[in-house]
């Protein structure tokens, strides 16, 4: 069994992993940290876990994180950084939900997150854990920076396109929806369920952070720059993303569906669902697949594709998870395997 | 046309009580203050209001609001009680949305709000402003208190039956239902979308504030106190309160349905349903009305009433208004007219 | 007072043609038929309009009809190119917020609708009811083909960019975003709360029917075919359509936010919000306002203009009723300048 | 591994039951039926069970259903009264979510429901499927009659107050609230998104099927006839029940708490909470779980019992599992011990 600790465990995809952790065959809980939480029952916070998980949260304590295999960061940006290189020192692997290591461009990530990046090196060294796409190197990473929900759910919609070739990547549009657990567990305004509720708006139109995450891991992909227009939308549900993608068909293209289905064949997350479907956002609520289907509307040069997934789930614990199975030769899906709770 | 003020509007009785009082053909909006957003065009907070409001917020200044004929104040508790008596005393009326002067028992007051009261001279003075109870004092009032949403809603639809003296009245059973508006426009983890957006709970079931104000409300109504279980409960939507009311017939009973028709005949605001109806909050919402229909179940001894109306409107800003119009002598139905948004 | 008549008023655009209706100034409520209704108290079946509208629903009848000045059609399509040729030779005025009179082209209609038109006359004659396209025309005009919801969400956005020519006309992409109420009042599995609650997903991605009234309306507007990929989504609310638009600069192009002001400078329905701005559904339940914000992310070469309007209002009765306002003579905002209900 | 049939998997709780058997250690699920579905694979009608069922529906058919161990009926009442006697004669064990063998008294059961019973026979046999009332029974029964969900949440918190004699049980009062999936998944006006979202209402007031089995389910626990006042209400929401149950202390009564806790002690699904607790239906999303908790508010002589469950899971399928699980000696937790989905 893996003993397993979790830094930050108060929010959403704290309190996601603890769910998909506590069923784990392989894992096993053995701290979980909040300042602000120590000494409260996780399952006090949380009473879903009642029964599940007989741990209280604790101050953070280096000691008792370096007796773990594994650690998993699911704090706000700028905390990981800090604690991470101490327990890798340690023999530790780290897992961390948050943005500290997403962007290679450091500069770029300061410009965005607006603080100066303390390790470097790190950044250099973290493997970047989308699964699909860098599965050979997370399974020898030490620092595994786990991306964010609307890059996992663009991202993935987009690799085929981009790695044929097919597409123009210079006038990508990207119009991505999230749920509002995508804003977090904090006390706001703008997410209060009379705000947020039976409204539909977008936000961060001049410029979200996970744009330059979207547009290096596109890269990464297709082996030249994207251009990327990106707008997310805050939808009034709790838990799910849907991106519809657009990109336009440079020259001759091939079949697209084929494309799609042969690029993840092997994938077990990743479900190309047959001509004509519509994924919605509830066939994936609670697991950990990404759902997608690919369209050209009448026929014209202008390729669609729709992608959804859990953005607590394949968009940050479950996907936690897959890297971790990855990283210590587990089965793939070993505790991830759950079915979505539909309706 | 009145002078109107407003202190603290930067709520949702706040942005609700504008709406009303922005198209009211007797008010003129004159002032509307928030130390917060001083400055602040009201629209720019609240962009429902663009071309229709074109005040911005200032400073709390007793200058400016002495130049009314009548402020609102929109504030928590503990506001109202420094600031009234100083209006008042410059021929200024007053109507207070919150809870500063509805208890008439002072210590309890200080009991349930946890602070001690700097104006029992005022309390002693203030109308409560139900007006199915009290209209005739309403009329000659300096000073209102506005009921709450829970006591507005429970004691519409227990009035006949108290009144009458029908049923028990050591024995009422009020089982409330609240949308997230209720909870109010300040930053909270409990009322975030996606915590309180697909659940339901109970709240303040050890005691909730609303508890002596609907005692109060019935004993002055049925000429004794009365024995009430109330639980207020969340709903995850915006506006609209539901009340399920349960009260034992206590030896011979009349007619129920001509009881609650006759009580409220004259009533422009309250709308007693058609035998076997079912009211729901939507039919309500935006509108300054009072729905309810009176059952009873398999012709037993039990009592059910079913009550609904809009917190926001008949639970605070429309009742609020409809005070003011009657203390001012206007229509009282003017401004508050407004059609249910349905759906 | 203008004598209205109402043909198919139990679907979602006949409540909100009632409701607005009612408390219309110069429009008095003549007759509202239904032919699986007549008999029913309008009240009885929208207990929202219980003390506004005394009327019952009754069968169709041309003699009652041909009494009104003006009869709106809210029927599903097929019905009013039956109907309405007889009311127009008796000197009634049709306004059809069906879809029987949009598309010019009646080979395509009869291509996307499924049925054979029986009045290529009448479609010849109807002028398309999209006030800041065609006023001067729908003054003059016996018969108004009010326009579908997405449709004025997507044209009202992309007309000032159409008209100026800066951006390529032939790549446009609008993504969508429409509450349930656009489904229609009628026993459906897909619009169960339990189905399209807490989900987000797609639909009509091989074709809507509202893409080649689209189509027509810019090409209208800017002298020249478009290239449009349109997707429509189901958003978990009722009420509110948001589009977000996309088009790439073509060339050079001026100040974005000057050529949106200066285009709806006079439209008192057409709110171009300050640079910066998000527009949002909630801002506009239940008014008869588009508000909109233009962007240009980055400084590149994507402009993105966000889209919302009220489905029910702007997007089918309130437009129907400001189309009656024009007709008439009367003041453009009769009746349909009520503040939308926040929250 | 146990054969399993469902009968009428078309509908909420036969996707629930599908999602459960499909990952439990010990069923395999051999056939599933639908009339109007049969040959279409059942992941395309319910999407998120891609790559985990691979069945299709089935036309119904007794031989096949005759080859497993055990059935389950997920359809309309006066559906299994007509089947499950073949099935069981050929010694298959039967589980009914439905309501044809849920009371024990026949021309009641024939007045709520409306039609003539064909099988009083079985009904006599049938085992009233609440294990923490009739374990013993169910382990030995052919024939399992599954609760109402209502009922469920209902008698459990009731069942320790009949038991003990404490509280008056002619003047029980249940409110209870239930989200829009208990009324299944098939198209009506009044579960809409449209209808029943941003709306809360009571419904069934003047009498509901749950009522006489609740009735007899408490007259069971208690050893004498109960007086109800039942009254459910819609949540607009997908899953979950919240009852809300008072009772008045009659005489001497102990410690609320303890009598909850040791009734329920060995219970592995039912959890009582900490005093002072409040069960929120997120809590138990998706798993077999009913939490409550007992309060006594002020200290007067009401006892208030919240009692939360999910409707599709303890209230339905997840009940109907555990049923199996003891009917067949299997570990009662098997294949239900998921953890519920928060948020």
């Given at each position: 069994m893996l003993k397993v600790g979790i830094v930050g465990g108060t929010g959403y995809t704290g309190v996601e992993l603890l769910r998909i952790l506590a069923a784990h065959p392989e894992a096993q809980l053995q701290v979980i940290t909040s300042r602000g939480e120590a000494g409260t029952p996780v399952a006090g916070l949380f009473p879903n876990l009642r029964g599940h998980v007989d741990l209280a949260f604790s101050e953070p304590n280096v000691e008792r994180l370096a007796e773990c295999d594994v650690v998993f960061f699911a704090t706000p940006h700028g905390v990981a950084m800090e604690s991470a290189g101490e327990l890798l020192g340690r023999g530790v692997r780290v897992i961390d939900?948050?943005?500290?290591?997403?962007?290679?461009d450091v500069p770029e990530w300061e410009r965005w997150y607006g603080l100066e990046h303390s390790r470097r090196d790190l950044v250099e060294e973290a493997?970047?854990?989308?699964p699909e796409l860098n599965r050979a190197a997370i399974r020898e990473a030490r620092l595994v920076a786990n991306p964010g929900c609307h890059v996992t759910t663009v991202s993935l919609g987009f690799l085929p396109l981009v790695q044929s070739?097919?597409?123009?990547?210079?006038s990508l549009v990207a119009d991505s929806k999230s749920g509002a657990?995508?804003?977090?567990r904090k006390a706001a305004v703008p997410t209060l369920l009379a705000e947020a509720g039976e409204s539909f708006k977008a936000y961060?139109?001049?410029?979200?952070?996970?744009l330059p995450e979207i547009r290096q891991t596109l890269a990464t992909a297709g082996g030249a720059e994207v251009g990327l227009t990106f707008i997310p939308h805050l939808v009034p549900m709790t838990r799910g993303i849907e991106a519809t993608l657009y990109a336009r068909i440079d020259g001759d293209a091939g079949d697209l569906q084929a494309l799609f289905e042969s690029t993840y064949a092997?994938?077990?997350?990743?479900d190309v669902m047959p001509p004509g479907s519509i994924p919605e956002t509830r066939n994936v609520r609670g697991a950990n697949t990404c759902q997608m289907a690919v369209h050209r509307p009448g026929g014209g040069d202008t390729v669609v594709v729709l992608s959804v997934l859990d953005n607590l789930v394949k968009g940050a614990a479950g996907q936690a998870v897959q890297n971790m199975n990855i990283m210590f030769g587990l089965e793939e899906t070993a505790g991830i395997d759950g079915i979505a709770l539909l309706p």
């Open positions: 939900l948050g943005a500290d290591f997403r962007l290679k493997v970047y854990g989308l070739g097919w597409v123009d990547r210079a657990s995508g804003a977090g961060g139109v001049t410029g979200h952070r996970h092997d994938e077990p997350f990743v």
